[in-house]
């Protein structure tokens, strides 16, 4: 029996431009958000330094940052369905940076990886207390996550039901993909699929989330790690319907994703209502051993005033972990701030790693070059050691193409960096543990690698 090696990518997107909330991602720009029509000067000439460079983005006078945004959108004008196949032939016919070797496999120093796995984050973009009054159509953005989600198990089984080719058009003029059905071969794949379901509390009420947790996670409760992996590979690319009814729902999801800037605090204490919905999730999480992975970083899609008060790791989420300290919670980004502040959000993220045994951080979407894994690794040698077993891999691809050229490019940087000893942690057993580990099972001896769990 062939065990495979994986390399892990905690922290991926996967959404065409059905799916993303445009109105949160204008609230970003202060030019349209802080300019009060009643009071014009308040707040103008720091909103307009932003929309100038907004502008010079939008009009190519910035024109590497024009080329990237035009690669973005051209990877999100396809259709969802094929966004896997799409991202697969990329990398196994690159334009750009070969990341595999001749044995279609990732080499990092001396190991090997069969598979790329990737965590698809949904974001829940719905929200419904959006102050809209100034327009005619004043009803907050529809954006049901229920659309979102059979899109993306759809595009999940598409995967793994077709393969791809390149054919030429007709007339001779230019190329495109073919693709043509398999059957369902996992093995011959080279993702394998583990998404994260998005829930926005704020957008549903108790008696919803308890349906919607007990719908797509029960039976998690007393799985073992390697029980864990094996229902969900084995689910994994068999959901093809067009609506989410059913009780065989569960093992579709791996984990949940939790987006405060839209408008969620992780310790709504002063409201009962959010605070009781809160609650429930993290109860919930905790009895079934389901990881959670957290915006956190200054930037993303904020449409709240205190967007970055209940985002702050220091803040809420130190609360969340006090009353809840075997919760399985991943801090994307790092604590990533745009500024210098007096409190930094990545030492607090650094404590909670190293006081609670089940809480990680992924560095996803600032891992763009030499210099910041120079960084990291200064970072890791100068905490304690328990710190390198805490760190995750995570690309945050298709927002990271913003800043990068390609997701073969943002695999190389970590493949080819000489400035950290840890790649095999980061990119494989730390994030088994987040996935599938148990509880408050943090002794590297008695984990069990994933390769050990399952034949792929």
Known sequence: ????????????????????????????????????????????????????????????????????????????????????????????????????????????????????????????????????????????????????????????????????????????KGKYLKFTPNGHNKENKLFEIYPFLGINPCNYGLDEIEEILNKYFKGFKNDTPEERQRKLYNKMGTFNDHNLKGDNLNYLFTGIKIYPPLGFNPWPENDQTEFEKANYIYNFCVENKIPITTHCSDGGFAVCSNAKEITNPGNSWAKVLENYPELKLNFAHFGSQSSRR????????????????????????IAFSEKYYKKLGKIVKREKPELQNKILFGSDFLINLLWSKSYNEYLNTFIKTENIEQKHLFCSENAETFLFGDVIANDKDQKKSSSEMIEA
Request: proline fraction near 4%.
């Open 1 to 172: 029996m062939t065990m495979k090696r994986k390399f892990y990518d905690i922290h991926f997107h996967s959404l065409d431009l059905s799916h993303a909330n445009l109105l949160a991602f204008l609230s970003r720009i202060s030019f349209f958000s802080t300019i009060d029509l009643n009071e014009p000067k308040k707040g103008f000439f720091k909103s307009i330094g932003n929309y100038c460079s907004l502008i010079k983005t939008v009009i190519g006078r910035k024109k590497t940052k024009f080329r990237k945004v035009r690669n973005l959108l051209s990877f999100m004008e396809s259709s969802i369905k094929y966004d896997f196949l799409i991202l697969e032939h990329f990398i196994k016919h690159p334009k750009y940076d070969t990341v595999l070797n001749a044995n279609n496999k990732i080499t990092i120093e001396d190991q090997e990886y069969d598979k790329i796995v990737l965590c698809p984050l949904i974001i829940d973009f719905g929200y419904q207390n959006k102050n809209q009054s100034d327009l005619a159509y004043d009803i907050p953005p529809q954006k049901p996550i229920q659309e979102q989600v059979i899109d993306l198990l759809q595009s999940i089984h598409t995967y793994y039901h077709y393969n791809t080719s390149i054919k030429s058009k007709a007339n001779g």
């Open 342 to 365: 007096k409190t930094s959000w990545q030492k607090s993220v650094i404590d909670h790693a190293l006081k609670y045994p089940n809480v990680f951080t992924d560095f996803s979407c």
